[in-house]
Each structure stands twice: as structure tokens, then as C-alpha cells.
């Protein structure tokens, strides 16, 4: 079985500070991850995707993960927050051995940026 | 741009009013999805199709159809809508459905129920 949980449900930092939205996986595979973020009343946007190649992956607008096997974790950061970053992010496993690419949704975090 | 369209945004209905809810895309791809998303949730798979085979998930509700006429469009049907209808439904696609295979998603549309 795969789950994913999302530490922290909501998460509040200051313009132009770090941004730790932190992820842990369970999987008895490799799994494939994968960080969505979705302004409000909108989609579904790709930030960025793992899926085995260099573990520190690099996404859209100064986003990135790192995947750690040993920690089973899939944590998203960003140096610097911008006031645009206010949103819900999601962190989402596909286990290696899943029939397809079906994905598997954490609860999500809502990130508030102050300014 | 290549894109996924959902029309439309916003869409009220009654209770027990039939209601479709559209979605085309430009990208070619194979295999479009259809999700509900209600408030401060995570999306939940509806149903998806490969082509024209349909695949429905176990828990979806018989309240939910869908139709895809051709490769571009995919529609969702809700036969009688209720008040627990009311949510975000997000469409999305993706080339294939092999491991990994990205999806995009389309901006939704939020069903309100009266």
C-alpha cells in the first residue's frame, strides 16, 4: 500500500523568507512524486516531478525537492517567498508498481505569504 | 498554447437537475480524467478514459456519467445532481497512462447546487 501525508495543513511565512513545505511517503517501490500547486478557484498547476533520475529536482518559479529514500520524504522549498506563492500545494506518489500513472493525493497545505 | 479547457468556470443548478460539464484539450493526448474536488480537499478520482475505453473507479457514484465523443472533448453528466454535488470538477489529461506519465489539469469548474 502507498500513502502520503503532508505535515502541516497550513503554513504561514513572510514575504522574502524560506518556504518548507514538508512531505513524507510511504511506498514499498521506487515511487514517483510529484509537488501541484492550485491558486484559488483554479487548477491544477505541475511544479515538479521526481522519478528516479538526480534526487534534488529542480520546478517552476524557484521551487524544489529533494527526494531522501532513508527519510522517505519529498520536502518542497523555496528560498525566497513571493506573495504570488500564496496557495494549496499538493505532494502526490506514484508508487513503481501501480497499473498506470493513478495519482495518489496528500491532504494538501495551504501556504500564507504576509507581507 | 496546448491546453486543457473546462467550460464552464462557474455553474448553477438545482436539485435533481441534470447538468454536463465540459472539458476539451488541445494536447493529443490519449487519456483524460475527470476529478471532484470538494472544499479544503484533495481531488478525487471520478473516472477516466483511455481512448474510448471508459474506466471507472469502484466508489464513484452511479449519479456520475461521462462521454467522450472524440480524442479533443470529454463530458461529465450528473443525472440528479444533490446538494453533496456541490464541488470543484477538474479535468485532466495525459498522453498515457504509463508510470509516471504527467497530468495536466484543466481550471475547473465549481458546481453550485440549489
Known amino acids: 500500500a502507498q500513502s502520503v501525508t503532508q505535515l502541516d495543513s497550513h503554513v504561514s511565512v513572510s514575504e522574502g523568507t524560506p518556504v518548507l513545505l514538508r512531505c513524507n511517503y510511504s511506498?514499498?517501490?521506487?515511487?514517483?512524486l510529484f509537488w501541484y500547486v492550485q491558486h484559488p478557484n483554479k487548477g491544477l498547476q505541475l511544479l515538479l516531478k521526481y522519478t528516479s533520475a538526480a534526487t534534488l529536482v529542480k520546478g517552476i518559479n524557484g521551487f524544489e525537492a529533494e527526494f531522501k529514500k532513508s527519510e522517505t520524504s519529498f520536502h518542497l522549498t523555496k528560498p525566497s517567498a513571493h506573495m504570488s506563492d500564496a496557495a494549496e500545494y499538493f505532494c502526490v506518489v506514484i508508487p513503481s508498481n501501480n497499473a498506470g500513472n493513478m495519482l495518489t493525493f496528500g491532504g494538501g497545505t495551504r501556504l500564507m505569504v504576509k507581507p | 498554447d496546448a491546453m486543457v479547457i473546462q467550460n464552464p468556470r462557474y455553474q448553477v443548478t438545482q436539485f435533481g437537475k441534470p447538468v454536463t460539464l465540459s472539458c476539451s484539450q488541445t494536447l493529443n493526448h490519449n487519456v483524460m480524467y475527470w476529478y471532484q474536488q470538494k472544499s479544503s480537499q484533495a481531488p478525487k478520482l471520478l473516472f477516466h478514459?483511455?481512448?474510448?475505453?471508459?474506466?471507472n473507479e469502484a466508489d464513484t457514484p452511479d449519479n456520475f456519467q461521462s462521454r467522450r465523443p472524440n480524442t479533443s472533448f470529454c463530458f461529465l453528466d450528473i443525472r440528479s445532481p444533490g446538494l453533496g454535488d456541490a464541488a470543484m470538477y477538474l479535468c485532466?489529461?495525459?498522453?498515457?497512462?504509463?508510470?509516471?506519465?504527467?497530468?495536466?489539469f484543466g481550471p475547473g469548474t465549481r458546481l453550485t447546487v440549489l
Open positions: 511506498s514499498s517501490y521506487s515511487p514517483s
Open positions: 485532466a489529461t495525459s498522453r498515457e497512462t504509463s508510470f509516471a506519465d504527467t497530468q495536466y
Open positions: 478514459y483511455y481512448d474510448k475505453d471508459f474506466n
